[in-house]
């Protein structure tokens, strides 16, 4: 642990009052305040305190609750064609339907993400902590409502699911397990 000289002037004025609970020599690398090390948070430029880290989180992601909410939209409405694409997918033959919602459910995920980055960038190169999240569970939402009458009946009659609808819950699912990866990927 480096500790910066007291006389070095703080080269970033922290948000919030840090103040530790114990004299220390550890100090912030940004504000230059004493540092307790149960607190101090490591960055590549060195130890800091953790109102710098929040303040950072906050200005690297931007994302307001519109931006969210027309991603949200977004994932809802591709989740619905891609549950009825599912559906169709599925037919006659399971061996092949299986086979190919494994082919297709990923790729299917994976441009929905990319549709998703290319969006948030229109939008004025909006980053959101959690678009990942918020995008996965619109899209399994939308994808899971265009099974819910045929999940209903298996519910209510107590009737074993087809093998396609197991088939096409599990595409959904799968697409939603794609995005959210990929998304990931990119916030990085
Ligand atoms: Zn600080």
């Known amino acids: ?9 703080p080269e970033f004025a922290c948000p919030g009052n840090y103040v530790a609970s114990q004299p220390s020599s550890l100090r912030c690398a940004k504000c230059g305040r004493p540092l307790d090390v149960k607190d ?7 130890y800091v305190c953790p109102y710098y880290v929040k303040a950072r989180v906050a200005t690297f992601y931007n994302a307001g609750f519109v931006h969210y909410l027309v991603v949200g939209a977004l994932c809802f409405v591709l989740g619905l064609l891609i549950g009825v694409l599912m559906r169709l ?3 006659p033959i399971p ?5 190919i919602t494994l082919i297709l459910a990923p790729l299917l995920g994976g441009g929905v993400a990319e549709l998703i980055r290319r969006v948030m960038r229109a939008m004025g190169d909006v980053r959101g902590q959690h678009t ?5 569970v619109l899209l399994s939402i939308g994808g899971l409502l265009v099974m819910v009458p ?5 519910l209510l009659l107590a009737r074993p699911p087809s093998f396609s609808l197991l088939i096409a819950l599990g595409g959904v699912l799968l697409a939603a397990i794609a995005l959210a990866a990929r998304l990931r990927e990119f916030s990085r």
């Open 132 to 136: 990942w999240l918020v995008s996965a």
């Open 95 to 99: 061996f092949f339907s299986l086979w």
């Open 150 to 154: 045929e999940l209903s009946l298996v």
């Open 40 to 46: 101090a948070r490591y960055t590549p430029t060195g």
């Open 89 to 91: 997918v599925v037919v």
């Open 1 to 9: 642990m480096s500790a910066i000289p007291e006389s070095s002037p």
